[in-house]
């Protein structure tokens, strides 16, 4: 929440009395870095208002009606698809942002692997090791 015009224009006169930072800060209970954020944003801009913060309209909104239709015609789509099929330049992270915000999923169908495999599960779960290393030595036979 931004402090008022008011509050500022009193913060501001009263540094322009002569009183210090700390003392300002101390009275009407704003850190000592705010007031002299404020005091900098004077000297430097003239400006003694509040900044209006205005929300950015995400580059994905454009789309947002495309992103749920093709989505719900095609839930095994993957990004890289879905990029395609809108058209866009967006990246693949800034539509997996979008689905997100949106709460929409894709659900990816793997063609021509079984799901439930072991294989599968160990390589998910990061349990599978690559063939390197001590421990793809064979072991020992007794001589």
Not at 3 to 24: N, W
Not at 66 to 80: G, K, S, V
């Amino acid at each position: 929440m931004a402090y008022s015009k008011e509050l500022r224009q009193e913060i501001l006169a009263a540094c322009d009395r002569g009183e210090g930072t700390q003392v300002v800060a101390l009275r009407y209970h704003v850190s000592e870095s705010w007031v002299r954020r404020v005091k900098q944003e004077r000297r430097e801009l003239g400006k003694t208002a509040p900044c209006t913060t205005r929300r950015r309209v995400p580059a994905w909104a454009v789309h947002r009606e495309a992103i749920e239709q093709l989505t719900a015609e095609r839930p095994d789509m993957t990004l890289a698809e879905l990029k395609q099929a809108l058209g866009t330049e967006l990246s693949r992270q800034t539509l997996c942002t979008a689905l997100q915000r949106l709460k929409l999923t894709l659900k990816k169908s793997v063609e021509g692997h079984r799901t439930g495999s072991s294989r599968c599960r160990r390589a998910s779960r990061g349990l599978a090791r690559p063939a390197s290393g001590p421990r793809s030595r064979a072991p020992r036979l007794p001589r």
